[in-house]
């Protein structure tokens, strides 16, 4: 659910979904139709079979870490346009090693200190759309579909 969720997200910003293996789940276009994920084919995805894979297909210098482990508040980056967000699984998060390797990178989003996190399709939401926000929303509207249809009237 948390992939559907984390994929609506990125249809309806434009915004690219990377997945790297091993998931949790079917993306199979048979299991997308019995998910009702009607939004999927506006999701522009890509999938790798790991870390590496993605690496050696991706520059991915400007880039930023969600973890509960981040010395700065995500509010706290400055994101620019072309940036890649990178968020581990709900159970273990981003792996050790590549944390470490980017700490200067590493961003969390303020809460209670007794709650563990957000769920995770919750904090792609909030980080991508700081992120959007603090590049303009390039290539979104902005408006919504009411005020569109009350122009036309």
Partial sequence: ????????????????L???????????????????LDY???VDL???????DFFAGNSAADR?????????????AEFRDGCWLFFGKETAGLPEDFRRANQDRCIRIPMRPDARSLNLA?????????A???????????????????RQN
């Fill in 40 to 42: 999927w084919p506006m």
């Fill in 132 to 150: 959007l926000r603090q590049i303009g929303f390039p290539n979104l509207s902005g408006e919504g579909e009411m005020a569109e249809r009350d």
């Fill in 46 to 52: 890509s999938v790798y079979e790991n870390l590496d």
């Fill in 64 to 76: 930023w870490l969600a973890t509960t482990k981040a010395p700065r508040a995500y509010h706290q």
């Fill in 1 to 16: 659910m948390n992939t559907g969720n984390i994929a609506r997200t990125c249809a309806a910003t434009r915004s690219r």
């Fill in 122 to 130: 919750n904090s792609v939401a909030v980080i991508t759309y700081e």
């Fill in 18 to 36: 990377h997945l790297i293996r091993p998931l949790g789940f079917d993306i199979s276009d048979k299991a997308v139709k019995r998910a009702g």
